[in-house]
């Protein structure tokens, strides 16, 4: 729905909250890897994977995909959450320590800056308190929302 409305993007996020919350918990990709959806809020988003032997690499850590994946799935929930389509323009990940078989990796998303077309994020991946990664990403808001805006 493309349309041009006096409810503020906060409303928005708290009006249809459940209807954004489980789209983004049902993302397909995100179920098949085993994401957790946490937490959303305005801007921001929470979520875990718990580490199995089939998303390591050669060296038996934690494969740079399964480490890109999380972080980005939290980037879209984060910038999905007011009910604007937003798609990734970009990001930039910076990977710090290796991830192993049992770890529970959380990974969390927050809003920089946003305005009617862009938005920039922080997105941080941790394990027990130890920093493994981070990403700076961009997206771009489209006009439609997918929730149905009066």
Do not use: C
């Amino acid at each position: 729905m493309s349309m041009k409305t006096n409810i503020t993007e906060q409303e928005i996020h708290q009006k249809y909250y459940n209807e954004i919350f489980s789209l983004m918990e049902q993302e397909p990709f995100a179920q098949f890897l085993g994401m957790k959806l946490i937490h959303m809020g305005e801007g921001t988003a929470t979520a875990e994977l718990d580490i199995k032997d089939h998303m390591l690499n050669a060296h038996g850590t934690v494969h740079g995909a399964i480490i890109f994946s999380l972080a980005d799935y939290v980037f879209a929930a984060a910038s999905n959450s007011y009910g604007k389509t937003s798609v990734g323009l970009s990001t930039n990940v910076n990977f710090m320590a290796p991830g192993n078989v049992g770890m529970r990796l959380i990974a969390k998303a927050v809003e920089e800056k946003r305005n009617n077309r862009t938005g920039w994020y922080k997105i941080r991946v941790e394990s027990d308190g130890e920093l493994l990664a981070t990403m700076d990403a961009l997206v771009y808001r489209k006009n439609h929302y997918f929730v149905p805006v009066e």
